[in-house]
């Protein structure tokens, strides 16, 4: 991102975001936003401002999603859905390698080039930190991934503040929102009629001339940091951060963990919807005729029994050292492989746990267990 930016918001009445999303196409950007479909707010591509979930709203509890009519004109007044943005930068799903039968022998067929240039809009501040948090995983370090870092690099984000919270979420407690600060080209504000627009990057300076905006006035700025300041006010859940990772890594053999993968289902739920869990695996895909192979790479998830298969048996070979794995890698080992948390606080693994398993509630119990 760069600084030669205005500093101050501007602001842009809510039918010129057409106007922007024709612009970003018009550059050859696909753009995605957010949608309803078999009711929840998904992300999928979007060409108009009408696929956008105008007037709906979601109710968040553990083990709860429910959409709801709220009769007003909110563009974006609903939290987070099932999915997150991962889908776009590192694909549930994608082919590496074809191997094709020949007269001669086997041919390798090197992955297609795709249009990387991708549009997000709706990116909230807890998904812009697992963003962030995944260009660490993909692209610092000795290995490198050279597909991410494409699209990565073609990426534009148009970020939107949230103006209020689920109650399953808990960024305040990571440090990653609801405000957002980086990381975007873009950032909207709703306020009644209008969007407060802040620009992060050159480029969104630039695609900003598409939309007829001006100065935001002081009333309008008052209505941005009032909104903003809702959606903290909301929030409920907490976790203690403090010495988090040395308490979970010191205490491995602590009786809540078989409490707590007692009741876990080992369904791999929370690592679907988890914007920042990234382990998959390579499979080899072959056609009913024998000629043609795919390599393909898929989402995996700690939580299958044979995800740590070695030797000829599962390292983690029960619910309850499957579960302490995955909590203690996100909150504790994750700060020594990137140096931050695997948890932005957004809350998905929450609400879509279909027993209703809470990790900031069993963090909690670990906590005033271990004292």
Same mark, same amino acid.
């Given at each position: 991102?760069?600084?030669?930016?205005?500093?101050?918001?501007?602001?842009?009445?809510?039918?010129?975001?057409?106007?922007?999303?024709?612009?970003?196409?018009?550059?050859?950007?696909?753009?995605? @936003?957010?949608?309803?479909?078999?009711?929840?707010?998904?992300?999928?591509?979007?060409?108009?401002?009408?696929?956008?979930?105008?007037?709906?709203?979601?109710? +968040?509890?553990?083990?709860?999603?429910?959409?709801?009519?709220?009769?007003? %004109?909110?563009?974006?007044?609903?939290?987070?859905?099932?999915?997150?943005?991962?889908?776009? *930068? =590192?694909?549930?799903?994608? !082919?590496?390698?074809?191997?094709?039968?020949?007269?001669?022998? /086997?041919?390798?067929?090197?992955?297609?080039?795709?249009?990387?240039?991708?549009?997000?809009?709706?990116?909230?501040?807890? $998904?812009?930190?697992?963003?962030?948090?995944?260009?660490?995983?993909?692209?610092?370090?000795? =290995?490198?991934?050279?597909?991410?870092?494409?699209?990565? $690099?073609?990426? =534009?984000?148009?970020?939107?503040?949230?103006?209020?919270?689920?109650? &399953?979420?808990?960024?305040?407690?990571?440090?990653?929102?609801?405000?957002?600060?980086?990381?975007? %080209?873009? #950032? *909207? &504000?709703?306020?009644?009629?209008?969007?407060? !627009?802040?620009?992060?990057?050159?480029? @969104?300076?630039?695609?900003?001339?598409?939309?007829?905006? &001006? #100065?935001?006035?002081?009333?309008?700025?008052?209505?941005?940091?009032?909104?903003?300041?809702?959606? !903290?006010?909301?929030? !409920?859940?907490?976790?203690?951060?403090?010495?988090?990772?040395?308490?979970?890594? $010191?205490?491995?053999?602590?009786?809540?963990?078989? $409490?707590? @993968?007692?009741?876990?289902?080992?369904?791999?739920?929370? &690592?679907?919807?988890?914007?920042?869990?990234?382990?998959?695996?390579?499979?080899?895909?072959?056609? *009913?005729?024998?000629?043609?192979?795919?390599?393909?790479?898929? /989402?995996?998830?700690?939580?299958?029994? %044979?995800?740590?298969?070695?030797?000829?048996?599962?390292?983690?070979?029960?619910?309850?050292?499957?579960?302490?794995? /995955? *909590?203690?890698?996100?909150?504790?080992?994750?700060?020594? +492989?990137?140096?931050?948390? @695997?948890?932005?606080?957004?809350?998905?693994?929450?609400? /879509?746990?279909?027993?209703?398993?809470?990790?900031?509630?069993?963090?909690?119990?670990?906590?005033?267990?271990?004292?």
């Amino acid at each position: 991102m760069t600084t030669s930016v205005p500093s101050s918001p501007l602001v842009i009445a809510k039918p010129q975001l057409q106007k922007l999303i024709d612009e970003l196409r018009k550059r050859g950007y696909s753009v995605a @936003g957010p949608t309803i479909d078999q009711e929840a707010i998904v992300y999928d591509e979007i060409t108009s401002i009408e696929q956008l979930p105008r007037g709906w709203t979601d109710e +968040q509890a553990p083990g709860m999603y429910r959409l709801k009519q709220i009769g007003d %004109d909110s563009w974006f007044g609903f939290v987070v859905g099932p999915h997150s943005w991962k889908k776009y *930068l =590192f694909p549930p799903r994608e !082919v590496l390698l074809t191997a094709e039968k020949t007269p001669s022998g /086997w041919s390798f067929v090197p992955r297609a080039n795709e249009n990387a240039k991708r549009a997000l809009l709706g990116v909230r501040a807890c $998904e812009l930190a697992a963003i962030q948090v995944q260009d660490r995983v993909f692209l610092e370090g000795p =290995f490198q991934d050279p597909i991410y870092r494409q699209r990565r $690099e073609q990426l =534009f984000v148009i970020a939107v503040n949230c103006t209020q919270a689920a109650s &399953t979420c808990f960024c305040t407690s990571m440090k990653t929102g609801p405000e957002c600060r980086q990381g975007f %080209d873009l #950032a *909207l &504000t709703e306020i009644d009629n209008a969007f407060l !627009v802040d620009v992060g990057s050159d480029l @969104g300076q630039d695609l900003l001339k598409a939309c007829d905006f &001006t #100065a935001a006035n002081p009333d309008q700025c008052e209505a941005g940091v009032q909104a903003r300041q809702q959606a !903290v006010d909301q929030i !409920v859940r907490q976790m203690s951060t403090d010495g988090l990772p040395q308490m979970l890594l $010191e205490n491995l053999d602590h009786p809540h963990w078989k $409490e707590v @993968g007692d009741r876990c289902l080992s369904c791999t739920n929370c &690592t679907m919807v988890c914007p920042t869990c990234f382990c998959s695996s390579v499979v080899e895909v072959r056609d *009913l005729n024998m000629d043609r192979v795919q390599r393909e790479r898929v /989402w995996d998830s700690c939580f299958n029994p %044979d995800f740590s298969y070695l030797g000829g048996s599962p390292v983690r070979d029960d619910t309850p050292s499957r579960y302490r794995q /995955w *909590l203690t890698h996100k909150l504790g080992s994750w700060h020594q +492989q990137f140096g931050t948390s @695997g948890c932005v606080g957004c809350g998905r693994c929450i609400t /879509w746990c279909p027993v209703g398993i809470d990790i900031t509630e069993e963090v909690a119990t670990l906590q005033e267990e271990t004292r």
